[in-house]
């Protein structure tokens, strides 16, 4: 890529902000100052870890990129690491090397395992992505305890509990460290609340709560900014539309696979969150699905603010429009039973 087409991708990036109003790769490419931090990313080769690849390769934050799959890792890391910015790449494919691709991790983005195919639900890939996510959640514990975990593999209602589970019998789990990525449901209503309110969508911030899948995904529209004042019947829509954002793809891709571009772009969003955490940068605050005491529910998405031992403080809910409270109410038992699938898969395999 040229440089002149990266500080296009750079400025388009800028204008995009997170949740705070800071902004993902808004450093210079060339900027080489920070600590020393390195990212694993498992699950590299594939639709989602490829774009996370490149856009983690671009963030002048990581000092070490490391991407693991089961194969075609070689060919991604050599592509990437053409690319003339901070960090070093390697490239690791088997389970054999597992162990030396997580030696040393700040940071590890879980994207491996199945997307969905139309007429799926997420918790439809249950079967296949739970032992997957267990697998490489015991390595974690082995190889790299303190490192921050970005769970993206779905169900992730399910997985974070998985993942919590693994690290408890393995006696290294802190429940600041563990994430499950919520960002793209942040990102979604964003986009779309820019676009019924007709404001520039850099300028909008919406919160969504509670889990990632279907009703359990909650946009606080009446928490938007800037306010639009819309309509109840918008809302609504902008509502269903949000918790059916992942459908709409699947059902576009018809049967190639789920958000994959997105979901690369929103997961390095959130990896710079923890990354700039980590590096002790000052109320930075994203939207993740973490242990939680702000509902009866164990795991729930909500504000969280990062620091330098990831989870900083979870934030409470605001005021809710009675939609929103109805919308809690709903949530509450698909997001308990897929908590609790989780912790029997583990607890029992
Ligand atoms: N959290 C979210 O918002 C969100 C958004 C989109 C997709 N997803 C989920 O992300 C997952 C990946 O989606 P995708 O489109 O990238 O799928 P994909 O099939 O394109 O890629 C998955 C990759 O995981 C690898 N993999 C499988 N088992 C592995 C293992 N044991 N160790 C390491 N790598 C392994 C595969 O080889 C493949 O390269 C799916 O579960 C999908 O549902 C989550
Ligand atoms: O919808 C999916 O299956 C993938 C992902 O969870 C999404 O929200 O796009």
New binding site residues.
């Given amino acids: 890529m040229k440089v002149s087409m990266l500080r296009s991708v750079q400025s388009a990036l800028k204008r995009t902000s997170s949740s705070t109003g800071g902004h993902i790769l808004r450093r210079d490419f060339s900027s080489e100052s920070g600590p020393n931090r390195k990212v694993a990313v498992l699950g590299a080769a594939g639709g989602i870890g490829q774009p996370l690849a490149l856009l983690m390769k671009l963030n002048p934050l990581v000092s070490h990129l490391s991407l693991y799959d089961i194969a075609g890792t070689p060919g991604v890391a050599a592509d990437v690491s053409h690319i003339n910015t901070r960090s070093e790449v390697k490239g690791y494919a088997g389970e054999e090397n597992l162990a030396e691709a997580l030696d040393g991790a700040d940071i590890v983005i879980i994207p491996a395992g199945v ?2 195919k139309p007429g ?1 639900t ?1 918790d439809d ?1 249950f079967n296949i992505n739970a032992g997957i996510v267990k697998s490489l959640c015991t390595a974690i514990a082995k190889y790299c305890p303190h490192a921050l975990v970005n769970m993206i593999s ?1 169900p ?1 209602n399910s997985t974070v509990p998985i993942a919590a589970e693994v690290f408890k019998k393995a006696g290294t789990y802190d429940e600041k460290r563990l994430f499950g990525v919520t960002t ?2 942040v990102v979604r209503a964003k986009t779309f609340y820019a676009g019924k309110a007709k404001v520039p969508v850099a300028g909008v911030n919406v919160p969504v709560v509670g889990g ?2 279907g009703v359990t995904i909650l946009p606080l529209f009446s928490q938007a900014t800037p306010k639009a004042n819309l309509p109840h019947e918008e809302i609504i829509a902008l509502t269903k539309r949000t918790q059916d ?3 709409e ?2 059902e576009a891709k018809a049967g190639k696979g ?2 994959t571009l ?2 690369a772009y929103a997961g390095a969003i959130f990896a710079d969150a923890c990354l700039k955490g980590l590096n002790g940068v000052p109320d930075v605050v994203e939207c993740s699905y973490v242990q939680s005491t702000i509902t009866e529910l164990p795991f729930f998405a909500s504000k969280v603010r990062l620091g330098k031992n990831g989870v900083e403080e979870v934030l409470g809910l605001g005021a809710l429009s009675d939609f929103e409270k109805e919308g809690l109410e709903k949530l509450k038992p698909e997001l308990q039973s897929s908590i609790e699938k989780g912790i029997k898969f583990a607890s029992q395999s």
């Fill in positions: 997307p969905r799926m997420r890939l779905n992730v793209l449901d990632h899948a954002g992942g459908t793809v699947v789920s958000a997105s979901m």
